[in-house]
Nanobody, 122 residues
Framework: QLQASGGGLVQAGGSLRLSCAASGRTFSSYTVGWFRQAPGNEREFVGAISWIANRQSYSDSVKGRFTVSGDNAKNTVYLQMDSLKPEDTAVYYC?????????????????WGQGTLVTVSS
């Protein structure tokens, strides 16, 4: 089970850190991804981390502003979001896949947490 938290309202240029905590599974054996979905839009890939592949991946729209990291001791993955823009407003989801690479398609992730809303005001 995945539990995402940390969403809220922030002004443009501000920062937020989202957390994704896992119960019943060890993140170090999975690739953990973050996706987002704005109203009227399809769910899109934001970033992901794979301990097995020892790599991270980001969408072009967030590269340089967002960072995915993890704390194996807490079995938690974080999405640090800096320099937020109004277009980052969306419901953010974390997901996990038993993969040795970093998938960017949501269909590749069988495990999902509930979303957490991020609203960036201009």
């Amino acid at each position: 089970q995945l539990q995402a938290s940390g969403g809220g309202l922030v002004q443009a240029g501000g920062s937020l850190r989202l957390s994704c905590a896992a119960s019943g599974r060890t993140f170090s054996s999975y690739t953990v991804g973050w996706f987002r979905q704005a109203p009227g839009n399809e769910r899109e890939f934001v970033g992901a981390i794979s301990w097995i592949a020892n790599r991270q991946s980001y969408s072009d729209s967030v590269k340089g502003r967002f960072t995915v990291s993890g704390d194996n001791a807490k079995n938690t993955v974080y999405l640090q979001m800096d320099s937020l823009k109004p277009e980052d407003t969306a419901v953010y989801y974390c997901a996990a896949a038993s993969a040795t690479w970093v998938p960017v398609r949501s269909e590749s992730y069988p495990y999902w947490g509930q979303g957490t809303l991020v609203t960036v005001s201009s």
